[in-house]
């Protein structure tokens, strides 16, 4: 079955620190990866997805994400945190057709970022 | 331009009320989806329209109705709703429904049951 891991439901860092946000999934034929960010009061936004394209993805605000193959892994990474990079941000795996093809989420991770 | 848009932003009902939520986007998607989302969860799927029509329904109760008027609105009808049915609802479309394809979210309609 497929699913998704993130370790850590809350994660805290000061303005200017790594930003690491875990992410392991479980998938029996080649994965899809996402990651979505949420802000208080609003929709999904997308930061950036896995196509097999490459491993290293970069995406939007800074954020990029590695695809670990041997460590079923999709962590994301921003080098610095901005204070507005607090939100709750979720990984998501695109299911197969036993599972309708539909996103299966993570439980999100809630990012603080302290002055 | 990526937007999706979601009318009303909140909505506030009593459970003997019939209300619609609306979803429109201008980007030539052909998939179009609505998710429940309770505070701190991850979105759950509710309905996904593929091409105009319900490809999946979520074993969803009936006081939630999707239409589909066209390739660029989606509603969702509701009737008799009952307090646990409070949440942020979101729309979403991807170009196509399938694993590879991006969904983009609206920002949601805040839903009050009362």
């Known amino acids: 079955a497929q699913s998704v891991t993130q370790l850590g439901s809350h994660v805290s860092v000061s303005e200017g620190a790594l930003v690491l946000l875990r992410c392991n999934y479980s998938?029996?034929?080649?994965?899809?990866l996402f990651w979505y960010v949420q802000y208080p009061n609003q929709g999904l936004q997308l930061l950036l997805k896995?196509?097999?394209?490459a491993t290293l993805v970069k995406g939007i605000n800074g954020f990029e994400a590695e695809f670990k193959k041997s460590e079923t892994s999709f962590h994301l990474t921003k080098p610095s945190a901005h204070m507005s990079d607090a939100a709750e941000y979720f990984c998501?795996?695109?299911?197969?057709?036993?599972?309708?093809?539909?996103?299966?989420w993570g439980l999100g991770t809630s990012l603080a970022v302290n002055p | 331009d990526t937007e999706v848009t979601q009318t009303p932003k909140h909505l506030v009902m009593g459970m003997t009320n019939k209300k619609s939520l609306k979803c429109e986007q201008h980007?030539?998607?052909?998939?179009m989806y609505w998710y429940k989302q309770k505070a701190k969860k991850p979105p759950e799927l509710m309905f996904v329209?593929?091409?105009?029509?319900?490809?999946i329904n979520e074993s969803v109760p009936s006081r939630f109705s999707p239409e589909c008027p066209n390739s660029s609105l989606l509603n969702l009808h509701l009737h008799a709703l009952q307090p646990e049915d409070s949440a942020l609802y979101l729309c979403?479309?991807?170009?196509?429904?399938?694993?590879?394809?991006?969904?983009?979210f609206g920002p949601g309609t805040r839903l009050t049951v009362t």
């Open positions: 979403a479309s991807s170009l196509l429904q399938g694993q590879t394809y991006e969904q983009y």
């Open positions: 980007m030539g998607h052909r998939a």
């Open positions: 329209y593929s091409y105009e029509k319900l490809s």
């Open positions: 998938s029996s034929v080649p994965p899809y």
């Open positions: 896995y196509t097999s394209a």
């Open positions: 998501a795996v695109s299911g197969d057709a036993g599972n309708n093809r539909k996103l299966i």
